[in-house]
């Protein structure tokens, strides 16, 4: 059964970017939709991205024009860049396996990494 770790979190600033990656154990990332999701304590998971087997990727609206994931199939991973990060993007960032690109609610993923914690603050 596959296994996701998600890497790359740490401590910004606003305006900063960071590049989160998501790699399995077990299988590989090149045989699953895999989405991004966040979530803050006392606020509901929100969907972040969803990237499709070939490589394209849906995004929440929040993120739009500022994250783009992508696959890197030679390394195995899928990962997140996030520029011009904001104080309201602090959460913990998970990534899924799912089986239908373009999905950002995250009932329809099966399997889930534990997360890795982004931190935007001055």
């Known amino acids: 059964q596959v296994q996701l770790v998600e890497s790359g979190g740490g401590l910004v600033q606003p305006g900063d970017s960071l590049t989160l990656a998501c790699a399995a154990s077990?299988?590989?990332?090149?045989?699953?939709?895999i989405g991004w999701f966040r979530q803050t304590p006392g606020r509901e998971r929100e969907g972040v991205a969803s990237?499709?087997?070939?490589?394209?990727?849906y995004y929440g609206d929040s993120v739009k024009g500022r994250f783009t994931a992508s696959r890197d199939n030679a390394k195995g991973t899928v990962s997140l860049q996030m520029n011009s990060l904001e104080p309201e993007d602090t959460a913990v960032y998970y990534c899924?396996?799912?089986?239908?690109?373009?999905?950002?609610?995250?009932?329809?993923?099966?399997?889930w990494g534990q997360g890795t914690q982004v931190t935007v603050s001055s």
């Open positions: 899924a396996a799912g089986p239908t690109c373009g999905v950002l609610e995250g009932s329809q993923y099966s399997t």
């Open positions: 077990g299988s590989t990332v090149r045989d699953f939709v």
């Open positions: 990237v499709c087997l070939g490589g394209r990727a």
